[in-house]
């Protein structure tokens, strides 16, 4: 008698464990490949799920080392000096991860950048990633197979020679005497700002800087613990992903459970539902993330279990406090709670963060009289006769070890609740704007301060951020931040956060005059004429000035790296005539 034997079962990838084997080692490391090793030791790693939020690869840290080891072998017969730059598109996979760490054991340096998805389609892309090859003197360019042909059509306009997949890097014999790893008195990487696709500025990050960041977000500013486990859908090309929840997990032996960016917005829900699953205790988002989450989670939260989030981390723009408050109402039947929240703020050009909230402790808020900031820069307390208050949130005390001030135009040191410009020095700066020394002239004064391009105020210690400098519009004398434009604009039905971009443009007496571009997916003529003239009126009434409403195509207002709506690009955009405008065919009436 025959016998058919019994189908075998398909093995499932099992998540990495959550606690560390080894004792714990929040940081204090002299290189990244130093962490690595340490890391290796334990049993924690990285989780990389796929769009539906299926299990897809586990890499434990430990196995992760392995792989970069022999990829670091590969690297060395491509002929690559030490010290020289290697592009990596920067998938959200084990290939980007294990590829990094084997630049570090190789001696070259990793310049993380985008993905096609996260930019277009077309000419625009392989234009911008050669851009930033050109800036970073790069020898190669790495990456997904998928993405093969955008590389090559990159890496020609670059003058580039070597463009390979993973498959094909992978393909090559390996050389005996491949590790020379970087040093402690070495670069680590160069990172892109979120910013820096039109004119690239790569940020030259050395080893002393990346340790000291993750060391103080470890130990200051997340107090990482035995039972922390991260979870990201944040892109790794971005400071706040790679950083965040690649280099600072590692440094401290934590599992991090990745979701790639595009599917995170597909189905951002699943971001919750990962979480829910997995037990994690550490995420991060913009305020547009927790935005989107509150609006689709549609009555569902009920059917998860978020009590173990005790960090729900807020950076990357501005802090709106409607959004946590929405976010907190809808996910606090999943047992959310709302004293989670962390703001922070940061930027590429410190590694990462520079500033955290207070753990465990509800948001500080301060509401002040708009006018009076607008017109005098100083924010003072509102009160109960106030015609226009604005609230800001607390983004705490900057990192130990740092320095942070606010100054005026000329430079000089601004008492708290005086709106001025930010600027920070400390242990966790970059180098420099890697081979653009008029740039980091620019932007690092003779006193090693680096100007942030943000402008703010302090109060008790903590600051609280107002915007950046250049997004700033000067009209009939009074300063105005575009966010307070933006924010009225998008309370009109049926507009959505992210579809209004304010900015001014100079007229020829060289006054200001505000344009405010609107997302409109009316197509009813009489309709859109109505959305023209609310958007003033809204405007009008809350901000106290005229304005120029022009409508245009659904997803056509420029973003950044990191999903930020770039309003330079956008005021660009509308000057050349590239913006996708829909003329009017019914008029406003007149005043």
């Known amino acids: 008698m025959s016998s058919i034997s019994a189908p075998q079962p398909v093995c499932q990838p099992v998540r990495t464990p959550t606690g560390a084997q080894q004792p714990r080692r929040a940081g204090g490391f002299e290189s990244l490949v130093e962490g690595l090793e340490y890391a290796a030791r334990g049993e924690t790693g990285l989780n990389f799920h796929a769009g539906r939020g299926q299990l897809a690869e586990v890499l434990p840290y430990a196995v992760l080392r392995e792989r970069a080891l022999v990829i670091a072998g590969k690297l060395r ?21 294990c590829t990094f760490f084997a630049c570090q054991y190789a001696g070259v340096l990793p310049c993380p950048v985008p993905l096609p998805v996260q930019m277009g389609s077309g000419d625009a892309y392989p234009r911008k990633v050669a851009g930033m090859l050109r800036a970073a003197g790069a020898t190669a360019l790495l990456g997904p197979r998928v993405n093969l042909q955008h590389m090559q059509a990159a890496a020609m306009l670059a003058g580039v020679e070597l463009a390979l997949s993973h498959d094909e890097l992978d393909a090559l014999p390996e050389q005996a005497d491949a590790i020379a ?19 690239p500025k790569g940020i030259l990050v050395s080893q002393r800087a990346i340790m000291a960041n993750t060391t103080a977000i470890l130990r200051h500013g997340l107090r990482i613990g035995p039972q922390d486990r991260a979870f990201s859908w944040l892109p790794l090309y971005h ?17 991090v459970d990745y979701l790639p960016t595009v599917d995170f917005v597909k189905r951002s829900t699943l971001w919750l539902k990962l979480m829910s699953e997995a037990g994690s205790t550490i995420s991060f988002a913009p305020s547009f993330g927790y935005e989107l989450v509150a609006k ?5 939260a009920a059917e998860l279990d978020l009590s173990r989030w005790r960090v729900a981390g807020i950076g990357g723009d501005m802090v709106r406090p409607d959004v946590l408050r929405r976010f907190a109402e809808a996910l606090t039947p999943a047992g959310f709670d709302e004293r989670a929240f962390l703001p922070s ?31 005098e820069g100083l924010a003072i307390p509102a009160t109960a006769q106030t015609k226009k208050p604005r609230t800001f949130v607390s983004c705490g005390r900057v990192l130990p070890g740092h320095d942070l001030k606010v100054v005026d135009a000329a430079g000089n040191e601004l008492p708290e609740r005086h709106i001025g410009h930010i600027k920070v020095k400390g242990p966790s700066m970059m180098s420099a704007y890697y081979n653009n020394p008029a740039a980091t002239r620019a932007t690092i004064d003779a006193d090693g301060y680096l100007d942030t391009g943000d402008l703010g105020y302090l109060l008790e210690g903590e600051i609280y951020i107002t915007g950046r400098a250049k997004d700033m519009i000067l009209h009939h004398g009074r300063n105005i931040w575009p966010q307070d434009i933006e924010w009225t604009a998008e309370q009109v039905e049926p ?26 997916r009316l197509r009813d003529p009489f309709r859109q004429a109505a959305l023209r003239r609310e958007v003033a009126q809204a405007v009008r009434e809350a901000i106290g000035v005229q304005c120029e409403v022009v409508l245009v195509e659904p997803r056509s207002l420029p973003q950044t790296s990191s999903g930020k709506l770039s309003r330079a690009a956008a005021r660009k955009m509308y000057l050349s005539g590239e913006m996708s405008i829909i003329e009017p065919r019914i008029p406003m009436p007149a005043e």
Do not use: W
């Open 77 to 97: 017969t491509l002929g690559l000096k030490r010290g020289e730059r290697v592009a990596i598109l920067a998938d959200t996979s084990a290939d980007f991860a």
């Open 181 to 199: 790893p970087l040093k402690a008195d070495e670069p680590a990487y160069i990172q892109y700002s979120s910013g820096s696709t039109a004119a």
């Open 239 to 255: 400071d706040m992903g790679l950083v965040g929840f690649f280099l600072t997990p590692m440094m401290g032996q934590v599992s």
């Open 296 to 300: 689709r989670i549609n009555g569902k």
């Open 345 to 375: 703020y940061g930027m590429a050009e410190m590694s990462l963060a520079i500033s955290f909230s207070a753990l465990d402790k509800p948001v500080r808020l301060d509401t002040i009289d708009r006018d009076t900031a607008h017109d």
């Open 495 to 520: 507009l959505r956060s992210g579809d209004v971009a304010a900015f001014g443009v100079e007229g020829e007496n060289g006054e200001e005059s505000i344009v405010v571009l609107v997302h409109c």
